[in-house]
């Protein structure tokens, strides 16, 4: 092998993991930039099936220890408001395993009211959820509730709160 080749191969050789940690450290950056709102740039309305037969690292969960099939879950329940939608992600809902998601709500200044309907089945066991929906109130100031209705159609209270949803401007809560 001429001497030109070993030395292009050599300095090949050498710079090669420079090259790929620049590339993993580029990656990592752009990871450290991610915000609220990249939790609805994929966003698609409808309920996840029961976290703790399918795990999912796309919505804020760790695994349990020792058990791949558990799902430590916080709830939270996340809004974002683009100027005329606001989308909803209600992550780690604790509900029956038969739950089905009927969603609805009423928006009359100042009150915005939400409501998670269960219109599944009755099953003896529990499973926490991913929910995401949306809703188009007209832009206001609201006092909001969610609400939630089970298979027995016992409605109880759940999250409270103030939303502001200005025209034409983003927003971004958590509760």
């Known amino acids: 092998m001429p001497w030109k080749q ?3 191969l050599s300095a090949c050789l050498i710079l090669l993991p420079f090259v790929l940690s620049a590339c993993t450290e580029k990656q990592q950056t752009d990871d450290d930039n991610d915000d609220e709102t990249d939790l609805f740039a994929d966003f698609h309305e409808g309920q996840s099936s029961c976290l703790n037969e399918a795990y999912s690292a796309a919505s804020l ?3 349990s220890e020792g058990d791949d099939t558990t799902v430590d ?6 809004m974002f408001w683009d100027g005329q939608t606001l989308f909803i992600k209600h992550l780690c809902v604790q509900k029956d395993c038969g739950f089905r998601l009927e969603f609805l709500y009423t928006a009359v200044e100042p009150s915005l ?18 929910l995401a929906y949306k809703a188009t109130p007209p832009p206001g100031d609201y ?26 401007e983003e927003r971004s809560y958590t509760f």
């Not at 009211?113 to 991913?130: I, R, T």
């Not at 006092?143 to 034409?168: C, I």
């Open 113 to 130: 009211l939400m409501y998670e309907n269960d219109v599944g089945y009755l099953a003896p066991c529990s499973c926490p959820f991913d």
């Open 73 to 78: 879950c916080q709830e939270s329940l996340n």
């Open 6 to 8: 070993v030395f292009c």
């Open 143 to 168: 006092n909001f509730e969610l609400r939630y209705k089970d298979t027995y159609n016992n409605s109880r209270p759940g999250y409270r709160g103030q939303v502001e949803l200005p025209a034409g």
């Open 61 to 63: 969960r760790t695994e």
